[in-house]
């Protein structure tokens, strides 16, 4: 960047702290995109007059509700719950939901504008959103988290539709929760439509959305490493989190040859030194998605618990952080490098803190950003949403073959926008990618 780029830079990121102050999280996902798109825009005056980079990071409008509940014991609980409907100039609103006690709006926001690009990047009509509530399901019997879901949808419904907003899956939110919502929108409008994805299979739910962001992100890994004359087959990956995402990235993995070093949680970490085999993956699916289960429960041979320990100090060739933001620090990154890491791909929305970025970047560590690898479950998402308007449903192969697809033309579109060097910049192909194909929208609609 030339100096004059980085005070343009600047300029508008104190404008933007201005405007939003105290969330960290949003300033953080804007100045990564801002960073990558800045030498672009300023070459674009037409885009500079219309004030695109200041109007896409203004949302079309946030709706903040009360969810109020009762616990089985008769007690009443109110927690707070939004829907940040970002920016629809590619389709309509679409991003999933999270229950999680560290939900804010600076969390949300940083999601929903995460989402706009990442949405941009699949080539599906679909604008970028974000919910959720600081609700924390865990511990909860299934009828309070029935009873908060249905409380949720009887606000929300107003808001969302399949040509309007159209919700899914996060952190805290599964089939189970999603099937809540579904079954209270259906009862509320008295009509079947698919208005959020990640539905059951039996009732309208894609094939293979379970699997697509885990699985996604591997085949997003395998193009960026064979990209640079590398394979998966025998690399160790260290995978963070025990979630969706995480347990579908490790099946993945190990279908390919890959040695699943780690898994964790919020409370610790197991370590297998030669990889999990399929036995222990569908164990620890089992425990995790079926029971509900922590990881420190879990035990076979040549696994070990780690109690509090992250993934990010154990040697790896590669790192697949699939937990939650800013989970991989400066200094963990500098761990990673000293064990000899050749590439990170990025399962969760904006895992690895700025110093981080900056530790992999120097030291030439490949690294897949979320809103490019971890594509794959909102573009499933998407195919849900085709499948359900034309009332027909693609078996496991169709919507396989169509993901695969899709994260292949991902990675092409990241090395067209970001692979001038020896190594290709992922960070700057993604956010360029993801947001000329919006700004061409918004500069051909006018002042909308
Ligand atoms: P899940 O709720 O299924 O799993 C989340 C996992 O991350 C759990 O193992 C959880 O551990 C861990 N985790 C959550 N918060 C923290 C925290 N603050 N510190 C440490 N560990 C934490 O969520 P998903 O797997 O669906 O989502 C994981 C990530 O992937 C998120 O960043 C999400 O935004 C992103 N993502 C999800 C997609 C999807 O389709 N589901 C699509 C694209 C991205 P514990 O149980 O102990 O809390
Ligand atoms: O971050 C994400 O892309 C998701 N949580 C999935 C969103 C979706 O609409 O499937």
Avoid at 92 to 117: A, D, M, T
């Amino acid at each position: 960047m030339t100096n004059a780029e980085e005070k343009e830079l600047e300029c508008f990121m104190e404008g933007l702290k201005k405007r939003n102050p105290h969330q960290e999280e949003f300033h953080q996902a804007v100045h990564e995109v801002a960073a990558s798109v800045m030498p672009w825009y300023l070459q674009h005056e037409d885009y500079r007059k219309a004030q695109i980079l200041e109007r896409v990071t203004e949302p079309d409008r946030i709706i903040i509700f009360r969810v109020t509940w009762e616990t089985d014991t008769g007690e009443i609980r109110a927690n707070r719950a939004y829907r940040v409907q970002f920016n629809h100039s590619l389709g309509p609103y679409k991003g999933g939901l999270r229950f999680h006690p560290s939900v804010n709006q600076s969390v949300l926001k940083f999601l929903g504008f995460e989402q706009i690009f990442k949405n941009s990047l699949t080539g599906l009509p679909m604008g970028g959103a974000k919910g959720g509530s600081n609700f924390n399901p865990k511990g909860k019997s299934d009828a309070e988290v029935m009873r908060f879901c249905h409380s949720m949808m009887t606000e929300l419904h107003r808001h969302i539709g399949e040509d309007i907003d159209v919700p899914a899956g996060d952190i805290g939110v599964g089939s189970r929760e999603v099937s809540y919502l579904f079954g209270q929108y259906m009862r509320l409008e008295n009509r079947w439509s698919g208005v959020l994805t990640g539905k059951g299979q039996s009732f309208g739910g894609s094939a293979v959305r379970t699997e697509a962001t885990g699985w996604g992100c591997v085949y997003f890994c395998e193009h960026m490493l064979q990209h640079h004359n590398e394979d998966l087959a025998g690399k160790r990956v260290a995978v963070s989190g025990s979630g969706n995402v995480a347990l579908y990235a490790a099946q993945k993995l190990i279908e390919k040859g890959a040695k699943v070093v780690t898994l964790s949680d919020s409370k610790g970490c197991i370590h297998a030194k030669d990889g999990l085999d399929q036995e222990q993956w569908e164990e620890l699916r089992v425990l995790k998605e079926e029971n509900r289960g922590r990881l420190n429960a879990y035990e076979s041979s040549g696994v070990e618990y780690h109690d509090g320990a992250k993934p990010w100090g154990f040697a790896c060739d590669i790192a697949m952080p699939c937990a939650t933001q800013n989970e991989l620090d400066g200094d963990d990154a500098k761990k990673l490098v000293k064990n000899g890491v050749i590439a990170v791909a990025e399962g969760a929305n904006m895992p690895t803190t700025m110093e981080a970025i900056d530790t992999f970047r120097s030291n030439g560590v490949l690294q897949a950003p979320g809103k490019a690898s971890n594509a794959g479950g909102v573009a499933v998402s998407g195919l849900e949403q085709s499948q359900n308007a034309m009332r027909i449903s693609w078996d496991d192969d169709e919507v396989d073959k169509r993901l695969q697809d899709i994260m292949k033309n991902i990675h092409k579109r990241c090395v067209e926008d970001g692979g001038d060097g020896e190594k290709v910049n992922y960070i700057d192909g993604s956010n360029i990618g993801g947001f000329k194909k919006v700004a061409r929208a918004m500069l051909a609609y006018g002042a909308v």
